[in-house]
Each structure stands twice: as C-alpha cells, then as structure tokens.
C-alpha cells in the first residue's frame, strides 16, 4: 500500500506578511523609538528656518546610525551580552550607571516634550471640527492613558502589534506628506553638499542648535544601547550578522526618508514664505492655508503618530535599563516597574499645565543627546577592539577609521550643541 505524504497547508498572506514584518520588529521598533516629535520638532525647525540646506546633516547621521546600531549589534552577536553588561563587566560598573542616568534624563525631558507637542498640535487640528478646540490638557491626558494601557496588559506581543500599526501610520502620513509639498528636486540635490547655511547678520538665528538637535534625535545613544537588548532577545548568532545589518539598513533607510519628509514639507511651504517655527501649532495653523487642509491633517496625524509610537520605548527605558544592568528579568508586571512606569508618564502633563514651550524642551533634550554621544562610541571603540572580548572579530582598520571619522563628528556636534544653548540663552 503506497503511503500519500500529507500534503502541508499553504500558508495564508496574512500569515506571509506577518512572517515577514517578524524579521523587521527589531528595526520598527528602533524606527518609532528614533522618529518621535523631537525627530519631528527638529527636522521641521531645520526646514522652516533654513529649507533643504541641512539634509546633508540627515543623510551623515542615518549613515553614522546604520554603522554604530550594526557595530553594536555585532558586539552582542559575538559575545551574548548587552551593551549595558558589557560596560559594567568590562569597563567598569559606574560606565553603566553613567549611561542609565543620562539616558533617563534625556528621555525625561522627551516624554515633556512630546506630550507637549503631541497635544498643542491635536488642539490645533480639533479647532477645525469643534468650535474652541479641545484643551491640551485633555489630550496629553488621553495619550498619556492610552500609551500606559496599552504598556499595563503587560504582553509583549501586544505590545508590538500596537507599536507597528503607529509606526506603519506614521511613515504612510509623512510619506504622503512629502509628495504633497515637495519642493524643487534641485534644492534637494543642494541641500546633500555639506554647507554651514548664512543667516542675516543681527538675526539672532544660529544653525548650530539645530544641527546639534537633529544629530542627537538620530544618533541616540539610546537606540544602540536597546538595540543589543533586541539583538539578545531575537536569539540571533553571530551567523545572523546578515540578518541584522539588513534590519539596521531598514530602519535607518525608513529614517532618512521620514526625516528628509518632514523637512521637505516645512522647506516647501514655511521656508518658501519667510515664515520660521517657534511653536508646535504653527505647523497645522501655518501649514493648512500654505499647502491646505489635507496636507495639514495627514501631517497632523503624522506628528500625533511619531509622538505616540517614541512614547511606548521613552517612558519604558528606565526599567528596562535597570533589568538589564542586573540582568534580572523584563518583567514588566511588577509594581515597582509600574510605578516608574507611571511617574515618568506623568511628566507628560508639565508642559500643557505649566504652559511651557514644547518646541524649546525638545531641541534642548535632542541637543543633550548628542553631548553624550561621544562616550557612546568611546565605549564601543575600546570594546570592539579588545581580542579578549571579541577575539577574531575584533575591530579591522577600516571599522577603526569609521568609528574615528563618527567620533571626531560626535564631538563637532557636541560642541555645536554647547554653543548653540548658550546663544539660546544669550537670547532669552
């Protein structure tokens, strides 16, 4: 009697697409960690005051990105351990609690920012569907519980599935966005040669701020520290090395092209009026007349997209650096994780109850990014090239002249940043 294999069902699309997006949740999730409304606030700025003349700045900090989220990556595919254990176990434990400390403070004074941002702009666009508008409070206040909901179900999974749909909005909105209010194809191509733009002498306007400030939103050092927790908990090898440049490549391609939108639409329209940006809803006030209401709402729901999906990794970073420092489990259910998880949130609320300036908290904190920059690939320079740590797949001289070239651009733009707050606060 012939035996009739079984025949194996076919798997769905769904269940393909599914399968496929698995692969990328990595780099989703440093895509809506990385592209929040500091990316948003400081790409905008940057467009606004300046047009297409700083996309050279975006294009050097997404390559420097790819390289410094793969060379890290790496560094955990050999050797099994996080970035953060790495320090303590081979630099020294106060290395570690450096970065847990800078780490949370930056993303302190992002959740302010964000949420800020996030609720101006939802008060603005709700202006043209209720008379007044609803108040920024209430909806920092609906975020904020949606965001803390979403991270009390406790399920990673969920979790997930909930930070790709935003993330999968937010590139659909920017995306549309840009072919809306492209500007010149010439000015594009321009704005790739490195240049320092001219600003009007007794303008008070200084470029380096917001150099400062888009370099810092792309090149976080978060994203490269949390990167190796991902790499760890994929259960890659060293034998996925390909996989995971191929997911870096994703992540930093998608935030080239998002930032370089987002820029492109204030270039095209703000830029082009003489019109700068001080304000969150300036972008939807100025923008609707300037390009008109859809371009203003699918830009709207962008920026509210960007802000909630950069939520879910900044008000998480605190806990999850600390389980990873003392390797202790992500267990996210436990009251005392909780309770941070909480009061970090809360800090959603400053902005709109103290009426602060959003836009000011967000290239402030983004500038603060790129100061610790340099220690970031300091780190990595002396881990990746120790033989005892690394062995054969320790640093070549190609890798160690990269790593140079970014530290030597790391500490420019620290510098930039420096320079850029004490002119900012010359002109307070």
């Known amino acids: 009697m012939n035996h009739v294999p079984e025949q194996v069902p076919k798997p769905s699309l769904m269940n393909k697409i599914i399968t496929t997006a698995a692969l990328f949740l990595p780099g989703i999730f440093l895509l809506g960690f990385n592209i929040g409304t500091g990316s948003v606030t400081a790409m905008a700025k940057a467009g606004a005051t300046y047009g297409m003349s700083l996309l050279w700045t975006i294009a050097a900090s997404c ?15 050999v050797t099994g351990e996080t970035a953060l254990q790495a320090f303590k176990k081979h630099l020294h434990p106060a290395v570690g609690i450096f970065f847990i400390v800078a780490l949370t403070v930056g993303v302190s004074g992002s959740v302010m920012g964000v949420m800020g941002i ?37 399920n990673t999974q969920f979790f997930e599935r909930s930070l790709a749909v935003v993330v999968a909005l937010m590139v659909a909105c920017f995306i549309l966005n840009f072919f809306i209010m492209m500007p010149h194809p010439t000015d594009i191509i321009k704005g790739l040669v ?5 600003v009007p002498e007794g303008s008070g306007k200084s470029p380096f701020l917001v150099i400062a400030s888009m370099v810092g939103t792309t090149v976080f050092s978060g994203l490269f520290i949390i990167r190796t927790t991902l790499v ?17 490549l994703f992540s930093t391609a998608m935030m ?13 329209t703000l830029y082009k009026e003489g019109i700068g940006l001080d304000h969150a809803s300036q972008m939807i006030g100025l923008l609707e007349p300037l390009a008109g209401p859809l371009a203003a709402s699918v830009f709207a729901v962008g920026i509210i997209a960007a802000g909630v999906s950069s939520q879910f990794p900044n008000i998480l970073m605190l806990p999850w ?54 220690a970031t690939v300091l780190c990595i320079m002396i881990l990746a090239n120790r033989k005892s740590v690394m062995g054969e797949y320790r640093n070549g001289k190609m890798t160690n002249a990269i790593l140079t070239a970014i ?10 940043g420096i320079q850029g707050v004490i002119q900012l606060l010359e002109q307070s």
């Open 63 to 77: 390559m420097a990105t790819f390289f410094m989220i793969t060379l890290y990556g790496k560094f955990t595919l």
């Open 118 to 154: 996030v609720a101006e702009i939802s008060y603005e666009w709700s202006k043209g569907f209720i008379n007044g508008g609803i108040a920024p409070i209430y909806w920092a206040a609906f975020f904020l519980s949606l965001v803390y909901f979403i991270f009390w179900k406790g």
């Open 194 to 198: 490195p240049k320092i733009p001219a």
């Open 232 to 248: 760890k908990e994929a259960g890659w090898s060293i034998q996925d090395f390909k996989q995971q440049r191929n997911d870096a």
């Open 256 to 268: 080239f092209v998002i930032s370089g939108s987002i820029m492109a639409a204030a270039a095209a």
């Open 321 to 374: 650096l600390l389980c990873d420092y003392k390797q202790s489990e992500r267990n996210m259910t436990l009251p005392k994780y909780r309770l941070m998880v909480f009061v970090i949130s809360l800090l959603g609320l400053v902005v709109p109850l103290f009426n602060a300036r959003p836009v000011f908290v967000m290239i402030i904190t983004q500038a603060f990014n790129a100061i610790i920059l340099p």
């Open 407 to 416: 530290f030597l651009f790391s500490l420019l733009t620290c510098w930039m």
